[in-house]
């Protein structure tokens, strides 16, 4: 039994190598697009890289197995590069293709680059301010405006991106992964329709059910109490921290709740932030109790929450009352903080960390001997 996995690992690292020769060039920067959710920003980034140093990487951290390909099949299928199809062809004929996937969003914004006209390029490098930067082409661009936060799954960032290319196929391509939409008159009725296939392939969440304002408002009613009784109220002050710029007046769950209603955050008709609020904070225990949040157990994209918030949650999780100790006494805040979520507010509000110094920050960490810590921050 051992000869045979070692036999079939050895044949699916050869694959790995048949794949880099394959994917060269422009490919290789694709892959750089694709594989940026799995691959550290220092590998990304190295001009010598090569598709097998990325496919090695994401190997090690566990991401992809001879026999877990469902990552691999997805990018082989988007990619749709013949050679690489008929390399994992002969696993997804006999093996189930479990593991990890590309999310919608990386799909999309894949999709609509490839669709991306030449120009856009310089457009998009005058609007960002990067003329001086070392981008090359268009992957470049889009991995340079991801590594420093200025383009990501937010709604926001998707819009000012769309906006500034001229493609109306990508531009509607970005716009199903928000509520914003883009429409071109001049199109035709068959135009639009394949447009509008294009947008139900990108794997979107589902839309929620519209709530009366009766029942949204027991929803509310219910899901404050099963935060305010689990004590979690310091962890959403830190979920919401970028969404609710004074929360001195939020003493309780629903108060936030509150402020966000009038932000227009969260409402009847939308409440996917209490979705995705589940999904972060990796509470879905609550949909027992709070059946209208049932949408928290399926497997779709986190809309509500930058990347950058969703690694604070983590970073959170992972310290213990002691790690928040030795992490409040190196950034010199040795109190007014009650458990690790307040300080990790604190650490934001000294700009002790920050998009900006988080590799400092992670340093420090490794050097406190907190790299179980540290592991969650990505860059």
């Given at each position: 039994m051992a000869k045979v996995l070692k036999k079939d690992q050895d044949k699916f690292r050869g694959d790995l190598y048949r794949l880099n020769r394959v994917y060269k060039g422009e490919k290789c920067r694709w892959l750089r697009c694709l594989l940026f959710d799995y691959v550290s920003i220092s590998t990304l980034t190295r001009k010598d890289v090569t598709a097998f140093d990325l496919f090695d990487e994401v190997k090690l951290k566990g991401h992809i197995k001879h026999n877990e390909v469902k990552l691999l099949s997805e990018i082989v299928k988007l990619t749709n590069v013949?050679?690489?199809?008929?390399?994992?062809r002969k696993y997804t004929d006999r093996v189930k293709k479990r593991g990890n996937g590309l999310s919608p969003y990386r799909k999309a914004l894949f999709r609509a680059m490839m669709e991306v006209i030449p120009g856009d390029f310089r457009k998009l490098q005058s609007f960002y301010k990067l003329k001086f930067c070392c981008l090359y082409d268009?992957?470049?661009?889009?991995l340079h405006l991801e590594k420093h936060e200025q383009l990501n799954s937010t709604e926001e960032k998707i819009k000012t991106f769309a906006d500034n290319i001229s493609?109306?196929?990508?531009?509607?391509?970005?716009?199903?992964l928000g509520r914003f939409t883009y429409r071109d008159n001049?199109?035709?009725?068959?135009?639009?329709?394949?447009?509008?296939?294009?947008?139900?392939?990108?794997?979107?969440?589902?839309?929620?059910?519209?709530?009366?304002?009766?029942?949204?408002?027991k929803m509310l009613i219910q899901t404050s109490n099963w935060y305010q009784n689990n004590n979690k109220i310091t962890m959403l002050r830190l979920l919401f921290n970028d969404k609710i710029q004074d929360q001195t007046e939020c003493k309780d769950v629903m108060s936030l709740f509150k402020k966000l209603r009038e932000s227009g955050e969260l409402s009847h008709t939308n409440y996917r932030v209490l979705i995705d609020m589940v999904k972060v904070t990796d509470t879905r225990g609550i949909v027992h109790d709070v059946k209208l949040?049932?949408?928290?157990?399926?497997?779709?994209?986190i809309m509500s929450f930058k990347p950058y918030r969703q690694q604070l949650m983590r970073f959170g999780e992972a310290l213990s009352t002691i790690d928040a100790q030795a992490v409040g006494c190196m950034c010199s805040i040795e109190d007014n903080y009650t458990d690790q979520w307040s300080l990790i507010m604190l650490l934001e509000k000294k700009n002790k960390i920050s998009p900006?110094?988080?590799?400092?920050?992670?340093?420090?960490?490794?050097?406190?001997?907190?790299?179980?810590?540290?592991?969650?921050?990505?860059?």
């Amino acid at each position: 039994m051992a000869k045979v996995l070692k036999k079939d690992q050895d044949k699916f690292r050869g694959d790995l190598y048949r794949l880099n020769r394959v994917y060269k060039g422009e490919k290789c920067r694709w892959l750089r697009c694709l594989l940026f959710d799995y691959v550290s920003i220092s590998t990304l980034t190295r001009k010598d890289v090569t598709a097998f140093d990325l496919f090695d990487e994401v190997k090690l951290k566990g991401h992809i197995k001879h026999n877990e390909v469902k990552l691999l099949s997805e990018i082989v299928k988007l990619t749709n590069v013949q050679y690489a199809k008929r390399i994992i062809r002969k696993y997804t004929d006999r093996v189930k293709k479990r593991g990890n996937g590309l999310s919608p969003y990386r799909k999309a914004l894949f999709r609509a680059m490839m669709e991306v006209i030449p120009g856009d390029f310089r457009k998009l490098q005058s609007f960002y301010k990067l003329k001086f930067c070392c981008l090359y082409d268009k992957w470049d661009l889009v991995l340079h405006l991801e590594k420093h936060e200025q383009l990501n799954s937010t709604e926001e960032k998707i819009k000012t991106f769309a906006d500034n290319i001229s493609s109306s196929k990508a531009k509607q391509i970005l716009s199903s992964l928000g509520r914003f939409t883009y429409r071109d008159n001049s199109q035709s009725t068959s135009s639009r329709t394949e447009q509008a296939n294009l947008v139900t392939a990108v794997d979107a969440p589902p839309a929620l059910e519209e709530l009366t304002d009766k029942d949204f408002r027991k929803m509310l009613i219910q899901t404050s109490n099963w935060y305010q009784n689990n004590n979690k109220i310091t962890m959403l002050r830190l979920l919401f921290n970028d969404k609710i710029q004074d929360q001195t007046e939020c003493k309780d769950v629903m108060s936030l709740f509150k402020k966000l209603r009038e932000s227009g955050e969260l409402s009847h008709t939308n409440y996917r932030v209490l979705i995705d609020m589940v999904k972060v904070t990796d509470t879905r225990g609550i949909v027992h109790d709070v059946k209208l949040l049932g949408d928290a157990n399926k497997d779709t994209e986190i809309m509500s929450f930058k990347p950058y918030r969703q690694q604070l949650m983590r970073f959170g999780e992972a310290l213990s009352t002691i790690d928040a100790q030795a992490v409040g006494c190196m950034c010199s805040i040795e109190d007014n903080y009650t458990d690790q979520w307040s300080l990790i507010m604190l650490l934001e509000k000294k700009n002790k960390i920050s998009p900006s110094n988080v590799e400092q920050f992670i340093k420090d960490l490794n050097d406190i001997n907190l790299d179980h810590a540290a592991k969650h921050f990505k860059i």
